[in-house]
């Protein structure tokens, strides 16, 4: 599908950071974005990209009421040789086509959505930071614009794609986060939409989230919608736990995200020597093995969160502090070995890296 280069006026570049050390996360963004919209009769036309800019849509538009809407999370990386590179982005395309699915929109071609990504990237090359834990977020989206009120899938999407240089996830940066273990509301439920990226889940989540907070936690761990009683996600990570030599984790069980970078830690930490278990979580359970010693570390994976150490952990009132609360050492190594294989610094042996 041929991806139209819309010119760039000079008088709409934007002025870029000047310190890498200071971006935070998905506060900036470049100046192109890229744009392809389909229609029901036509499927995708008019693939572009053109100076990043507000949208002008109806109010009626699905997407406004119904939240006919699904996204990705994506990064890409500056070597220190100028190379660039994307992080497994056919994971991406197959997740985002898969969030499609549930939510009834078109299928995004992997053509366009990995040609278009690369073609934006390449073009917004100077955007992207090279330095420690700093990469391009690139965040594809797709809306539903049909100007109607009637619930049904829209005849009219938008799909596109935005980049912002960013920083670490969490204002803490590599240091440990404190986490509540959520026991009244749930945020995904057997037959709902917890596997899909799709914005609801986002916005059903944020009412704990603010309470967390309050209380002076990070984020919220969900537990399982049905027993409350297994661990889930936390919504911007999958979470893992290490019992010795042992990295137990959640299973893909429909509720959970299947995360790319839960899926490459996995991968990385079974070709390091660990012992991987996919497993249901009792959540007693591992508060219990917290408190007597053996789980010896805990962390989130995430493209955004990358792999985020967890100090604590609070549940009824209680706090369960991992380890000594510190970064772990495993932890650390699948830190380095993850963002060394992303940036160049490690040798690729999985084949993850797709260089642009
Ligand atoms: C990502 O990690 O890319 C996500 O989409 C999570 C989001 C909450 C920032």
Redesign the pocket.
């Known amino acids: 599908m041929e991806i139209r280069i819309a010119p760039l006026p000079e008088e709409r570049k934007k002025p870029k950071f000047t310190d890498e050390s200071q971006l935070s996360?998905?506060k900036l963004f470049t100046d192109r974005m890229l744009v392809a919209e389909w229609k029901a009769g036509q499927g995708w036309v008019d693939a572009r990209i053109e100076p990043y800019a507000p949208f002008v849509f109806d109010p009626a538009c699905a997407v406004f009421h119904y939240a006919q809407e699904i996204?990705?999370?994506?990064k890409a990386y500056k070597w220190a040789d100028g190379t660039i590179a994307l992080f497994r982005p056919e994971m991406n395309a197959r997740r985002f086509n898969h969030s499609a699915e549930r939510i009834c929109m078109p299928e995004v071609p992997e053509e366009l959505f990995l040609g278009g990504i690369e073609k934006l990237v390449s073009l917004e090359r100077d955007w992207i930071p090279a330095s420690e834990g700093t990469s391009l977020?690139i965040r594809p989206t797709m809306i539903a614009v049909e100007p109607v009120l009637g619930v049904k899938p829209a005849d009219h999407y938008y799909f596109y794609v935005i980049l912002s240089p960013v920083g670490a996830?969490y204002a803490a940066g590599f240091n440990p986060i404190k986490i509540m273990v959520e026991d009244h509301y749930v945020r995904s439920v057997p037959g709902g939409t917890g596997e899909a990226?799709t914005g609801g889940n986002?916005a059903s989540s944020l009412k704990a989230g603010l309470e967390a907070k309050k209380k002076g936690y990070d984020q919220v761990l969900w537990l399982d919608g049905i027993q409350r009683r297994y661990i889930e996600e936390v919504?911007?990570?999958n979470m893992l736990f290490a019992y010795g030599k042992t990295i137990v984790t959640s299973p893909l069980t429909g509720t959970i995200l299947n995360g790319v970078t839960r899926d490459s830690v996995l991968k990385l930490a079974a070709s390091l020597g660990y012992a991987i278990e996919e497993r249901l979580i009792d959540v007693n359970e591992l508060l219990a093995d917290i408190r007597a010693g053996k789980v010896t570390e805990a962390f989130g994976s995430?493209?955004?969160?990358v792999v985020s150490p967890v100090g604590t952990f609070a549940y009824k009132g209680e706090t369960y502090t991992v380890g000594d609360g510190g970064v772990g050492p495993i932890t650390r190594q699948l830190y380095d070995t993850l963002t060394g294989i992303q940036t160049g610094r490690v040798a690729d042996s999985f084949g993850w890296v797709r260089k642009i």
């Open positions: 996360f998905g996204f990705e999370g994506l977020y996830y990226k986002y919504g911007a990570m995430g493209t955004a969160a």
